[in-house]
Protein backbone atom coordinates (compact mmCIF):
# COMPACT_ATOMS: atom_id res chain seq x y z
CA UNK A 1 0.00 0.00 0.00
CA UNK A 2 1.15 3.39 -0.65
CA UNK A 3 2.49 5.54 2.28
CA UNK A 4 0.48 8.36 1.76
CA UNK A 5 -2.88 6.15 1.61
CA UNK A 6 -1.52 4.87 5.05
CA UNK A 7 -0.71 8.49 5.73
CA UNK A 8 -4.94 9.60 5.07
CA UNK A 9 -5.91 6.27 7.39
CA UNK A 10 -3.80 7.18 10.04
CA UNK A 11 -5.53 10.88 9.70
CA UNK A 12 -8.69 9.63 9.99
CA UNK A 13 -8.41 7.21 12.69
CA UNK A 14 -6.88 9.74 14.89
CA UNK A 15 -9.08 12.83 14.02
CA UNK A 16 -12.69 11.10 13.79
CA UNK A 17 -11.98 8.02 15.29
CA UNK A 18 -10.10 9.05 18.60
CA UNK A 19 -11.02 12.54 17.82
CA UNK A 20 -7.62 13.98 19.36
CA UNK A 21 -7.68 17.35 20.47
CA UNK A 22 -4.80 19.73 21.17
CA UNK A 23 -3.26 19.47 24.83
CA UNK A 24 -4.81 16.11 25.21
CA UNK A 25 -2.63 12.69 25.71
CA UNK A 26 -2.63 9.82 23.84
CA UNK A 27 -2.42 6.09 24.05
CA UNK A 28 -1.49 3.89 21.20
CA UNK A 29 -1.11 0.29 21.44
CA UNK A 30 -0.51 -2.07 18.16
CA UNK A 31 0.72 -4.92 17.30
CA UNK A 32 4.72 -4.56 16.09
CA UNK A 33 3.64 -5.78 12.77
CA UNK A 34 1.84 -2.55 12.33
CA UNK A 35 4.85 -0.38 13.52
CA UNK A 36 4.44 1.75 9.97
CA UNK A 37 0.91 2.54 10.89
CA UNK A 38 1.36 2.88 14.59
CA UNK A 39 4.51 5.52 13.28
CA UNK A 40 1.76 7.43 11.05
CA UNK A 41 -0.70 7.66 13.55
CA UNK A 42 1.74 9.15 16.33
CA UNK A 43 2.48 11.43 13.92
CA UNK A 44 -1.11 12.59 12.99
CA UNK A 45 -1.38 12.87 17.13
CA UNK A 46 1.20 15.24 17.20
CA UNK A 47 -0.28 17.01 14.01
CA UNK A 48 -3.73 17.48 16.01
CA UNK A 49 -2.04 19.11 19.12
CA UNK A 50 -1.55 15.79 21.83
CA UNK A 51 0.88 16.71 24.35
CA UNK A 52 2.17 13.21 24.49
CA UNK A 53 1.57 9.94 23.06
CA UNK A 54 2.30 6.70 24.79
CA UNK A 55 3.16 3.90 22.99
CA UNK A 56 2.14 0.05 23.71
CA UNK A 57 3.29 -2.53 21.54
CA UNK A 58 2.22 -5.74 22.09
CA UNK A 59 3.88 -9.36 20.06
CA UNK A 60 1.83 -12.38 19.79
CA UNK A 61 4.33 -14.67 19.74
CA UNK A 62 6.10 -13.60 22.41
CA UNK A 63 2.85 -13.43 24.37
CA UNK A 64 2.47 -17.28 23.22
CA UNK A 65 6.03 -17.67 24.98
CA UNK A 66 4.76 -16.47 28.11
CA UNK A 67 2.11 -18.45 28.13
CA UNK A 68 4.03 -21.52 27.30
CA UNK A 69 6.69 -20.77 30.04
CA UNK A 70 5.26 -18.12 32.82
CA UNK A 71 3.26 -19.53 35.54
CA UNK A 72 -0.58 -18.67 36.19
CA UNK A 73 0.61 -16.78 39.15
CA UNK A 74 3.39 -14.84 37.60
CA UNK A 75 1.41 -13.86 34.15
CA UNK A 76 -1.52 -12.81 36.67
CA UNK A 77 0.55 -10.54 38.88
CA UNK A 78 0.11 -6.80 38.59
CA UNK A 79 2.86 -5.04 39.55
CA UNK A 80 2.71 -1.96 41.40
CA UNK A 81 3.83 -0.14 38.60
CA UNK A 82 0.92 -1.15 36.41
CA UNK A 83 -1.68 -0.11 38.76
CA UNK A 84 0.22 3.45 39.34
CA UNK A 85 0.23 3.46 35.19
CA UNK A 86 -3.69 2.75 35.04
CA UNK A 87 -4.52 4.96 37.82
CA UNK A 88 -2.55 8.15 36.41
CA UNK A 89 -5.01 7.13 33.12
CA UNK A 90 -7.76 7.54 35.12
CA UNK A 91 -7.22 10.87 36.07
CA UNK A 92 -5.52 12.38 32.54
CA UNK A 93 -8.73 10.41 30.21
CA UNK A 94 -6.20 10.43 27.47
CA UNK A 95 -7.78 9.34 24.05
CA UNK A 96 -6.85 5.16 23.39
CA UNK A 97 -6.34 4.42 19.86
CA UNK A 98 -6.44 0.46 19.31
CA UNK A 99 -4.46 -1.29 16.20
CA UNK A 100 -5.37 -4.80 16.58
CA UNK A 101 -4.22 -7.36 14.37
CA UNK A 102 -3.51 -10.33 16.41
CA UNK A 103 -3.62 -13.96 14.35
CA UNK A 104 -7.09 -15.11 16.42
CA UNK A 105 -5.40 -18.84 16.37
CA UNK A 106 -1.94 -17.91 17.83
CA UNK A 107 -2.73 -18.81 21.53
CA UNK A 108 -4.38 -21.84 20.06
CA UNK A 109 -3.49 -24.83 22.16
CA UNK A 110 -3.05 -23.13 25.59
CA UNK A 111 -5.85 -23.99 27.70
CA UNK A 112 -8.85 -21.86 27.54
CA UNK A 113 -8.87 -22.25 31.61
CA UNK A 114 -5.21 -20.82 31.89
CA UNK A 115 -5.96 -17.79 30.08
CA UNK A 116 -9.55 -16.91 31.55
CA UNK A 117 -7.80 -17.55 34.92
CA UNK A 118 -4.91 -15.19 33.87
CA UNK A 119 -7.41 -12.24 32.79
CA UNK A 120 -9.13 -12.49 36.14
CA UNK A 121 -6.59 -12.35 38.23
CA UNK A 122 -5.00 -9.05 36.87
CA UNK A 123 -8.78 -7.71 36.38
CA UNK A 124 -9.39 -8.42 40.48
CA UNK A 125 -5.86 -6.76 41.25
CA UNK A 126 -6.49 -3.30 38.64
CA UNK A 127 -9.94 -3.58 39.68
CA UNK A 128 -12.79 -1.89 37.41
CA UNK A 129 -12.36 1.92 39.03
CA UNK A 130 -9.62 3.49 40.77
CA UNK A 131 -9.35 5.76 43.03
CA UNK A 132 -8.99 10.04 42.29
CA UNK A 133 -6.37 11.63 44.01
CA UNK A 134 -7.54 12.19 47.84
CA UNK A 135 -10.66 12.11 47.30
CA UNK A 136 -11.81 9.23 48.28
CA UNK A 137 -14.21 8.84 44.48
CA UNK A 138 -13.67 6.19 42.07
CA UNK A 139 -14.34 6.60 38.71
CA UNK A 140 -14.55 4.02 35.73
CA UNK A 141 -12.28 4.47 32.90
CA UNK A 142 -14.85 2.93 30.30
CA UNK A 143 -17.18 5.45 31.29
CA UNK A 144 -15.26 8.79 31.87
CA UNK A 145 -13.59 8.76 28.66
CA UNK A 146 -15.14 8.57 24.87
CA UNK A 147 -12.13 9.30 22.95
CA UNK A 148 -11.36 5.44 21.59
CA UNK A 149 -10.87 4.20 18.50
CA UNK A 150 -10.58 0.72 18.04
CA UNK A 151 -9.27 -1.02 14.62
CA UNK A 152 -9.20 -4.73 13.81
CA UNK A 153 -7.16 -5.92 11.05
CA UNK A 154 -8.15 -8.83 9.54
CA UNK A 155 -6.64 -12.55 9.25
CA UNK A 156 -7.17 -15.21 7.02
CA UNK A 157 -5.75 -18.37 6.91
CA UNK A 158 -7.35 -19.27 3.45
CA UNK A 159 -5.94 -16.29 1.76
CA UNK A 160 -3.38 -14.68 4.21
CA UNK A 161 -2.98 -11.01 3.87
CA UNK A 162 -0.03 -9.47 4.58
CA UNK A 163 -0.28 -6.40 7.30
CA UNK A 164 -0.55 -3.58 4.87
CA UNK A 165 -3.80 -5.04 2.80
CA UNK A 166 -5.34 -5.78 5.82
CA UNK A 167 -5.16 -2.25 6.93
CA UNK A 168 -6.22 -1.05 3.68
CA UNK A 169 -9.44 -3.46 3.63
CA UNK A 170 -10.50 -2.58 7.45
CA UNK A 171 -9.83 1.23 6.57
CA UNK A 172 -12.41 1.43 3.78
CA UNK A 173 -14.65 -0.48 5.91
CA UNK A 174 -13.92 2.36 8.21
CA UNK A 175 -14.34 5.01 5.71
CA UNK A 176 -17.35 4.01 4.26
CA UNK A 177 -18.72 3.62 7.94
CA UNK A 178 -17.81 7.38 9.02
CA UNK A 179 -19.37 8.77 5.33
CA UNK A 180 -23.07 7.00 5.79
CA UNK A 181 -25.15 10.21 5.81
Same mark, same amino acid.
Given at each position: MDKNMLS????? /?????? =? ?7 ? @??? *?????? @??? $???? *??? =???? #???? /??? #????? *?????? =???? %?????? @? ?6 ? +?? /???? $? ?11 ? *?? #? ?11 ? /??? +? !? ?10 ? %? ?20 ? !??? =? ?7 ? $? ?10
Amino acid at each position: MDKNMLSEYAKL /MVKVGA =NVQKGQKVR @LYA *EVDQYE @LAT $LVAK *ECY =NAGA #SYVE /MFW #SCGAV *ERLHYE =NASV %ETLGTV @LSWEEERQ +KQ /MVKD $LPARIFIESADPD *EL #SGIPADVISTVGR /MRS +K !ALKDGFKVRDTG %EYRRYETDCTDTCIIYLLHSSD !APL =NAQSRVHIV $LEIFIQCVDRP
